[in-house]
């Protein structure tokens, strides 16, 4: 063995020590994510003191005192106005919650640990990313498994940037941490491959550009997908509420400390409509590199097709999103169908379907 291929089998094997040690402080993360939803959330009686102390979570009832210009400088105790809702789905006025922390000391405690938990294993994925592209001598997304594990360490990425530009991402992190962890899990165990060199068609440019911007939306649509799911639980929490019914448990421990459907609806429509010109951008840059490597531009591979009907959904989404009728839930659902594509033009048409893409290496 030469010393150029010793030092790559080192590299590799720095890779794979990185890769697993992220996940070890992921799991740290995680645990503290949970710690802040547990030391975050309050008994019934918390929540009825809370509420009597105008404290309490986006939409209870509550009193406050309020000093009012009586003889003798008396203080009035005023019922809070009631919000008020409006029967179109997506459209109540009611504020965000409290976050996942409860507005508590200690919550808060865990949830910055678990913020911090997961910045240190970012840094050390990145490292493992960087460590596998250093043993290849090319861009690390040659297979599936050089795919995940680049995915979630983006995924992460733009959750992290979001924090720092002050956004109302917190309340995510226990579900991002969870999929890193189910993503990783997967890629370490059945998605593995050795590194190794790529067949001929993938030597181009084209790779940086295509497969990068292709795991940037990936990363990106994936943030929407959980906050339309959430969107989707805290609409019916709120439903509930506006109707008079009385939200289970688990709905006034966790659902309530959310942000509002109507902030998750927007923050969801945002985040899916600024990626989507770069997927259609991804889908052109795939197109030209088939162009060079294959002599056609568009040949009805399932890669091919299900990129397209992944736009197609996601384009449906955002002009649903435009549409009276269709706003709400009903584009929320448009939205997790339109992922739910994006999914499965990664791992059933990789790992199921013979094409000209089977590069899955597994």
């Not at 969107?231 to 309530?256: H, I, W």
């Amino acid at each position: 063995m030469n010393l150029a291929a010793a030092t790559n089998e080192n590299l590799a094997h720095t890779s794979n020590v990185l890769i697993y040690s992220s996940m070890a402080v992921y799991t740290l993360a995680f645990f503290a994510h949970i710690a802040e939803w547990v030391f975050g959330s309050r008994s019934k009686v918390g929540r009825t003191a809370a509420a009597l102390t105008g404290d309490g979570a986006a939409g209870s009832p509550a009193k406050i005192q309020v000093q009012v210009a009586q003889k003798g400088g008396a203080t009035a105790v005023l019922d809070r106005p009631k919000i008020i809702t409006r029967s179109a789905t997506g459209s109540r006025d009611v504020p965000d919650g409290p976050g996942a922390a409860g507005g508590t000391f200690k919550g808060d405690l865990y949830g910055r640990i678990a913020v911090s938990m997961t910045v240190l294993a970012f840094v050390v994925q990145a490292g493992g990313v960087i460590a596998r592209a250093m043993s290849v001598q090319r861009a690390p997304w040659g297979n599936m498994y050089e795919f995940s594990i680049t995915f979630s360490t983006v995924a992460v990425a733009a959750y992290l940037i979001l924090m720092a530009l002050k956004k109302n991402v917190r309340w995510m992190g226990l579900l991002l941490v969870t999929t890193v962890l189910l993503d990783l899990g997967i890629a370490t165990t059945v998605l593995y491959t050795s590194s190794d060199q790529l067949v001929p068609a993938l030597h181009s440019y084209w790779l940086w550009i295509h497969v990068s911007t292709a795991i940037i939306c990936g990363a990106v649509f994936y943030i929407g997908a959980v906050a339309t799911l959430l969107y989707l639980f805290r609409d019916s929490y709120e439903s509930k509420l506006a109707n008079g019914t009385e939200p289970g448990s688990f709905a006034q421990s966790v659902l309530s400390r959310l942000p509002a459907a109507a902030t998750l609806d927007k923050f969801s429509y945002r985040i899916n409509a600024a990626v989507f010109p770069l997927w259609t951008f991804t889908i052109i840059a795939g197109a030209i590199w088939a162009g060079d490597a294959w002599g056609r531009y568009w040949g009805w591979d399932p890669k091919e097709v299900w990129s397209f009907i992944t736009w197609v959904a996601y384009a449906c989404y955002l002009h649903a999103r435009a549409t009276a009728g269709w706003k709400g839930r009903k584009a929320a659902y448009l939205a997790l169908i339109a992922f739910g594509c994006w999914l499965f033009n990664y791992y059933g048409v990789n790992i199921f379907v013979t094409g000209k893409h089977s590069y899955a290496g597994v």
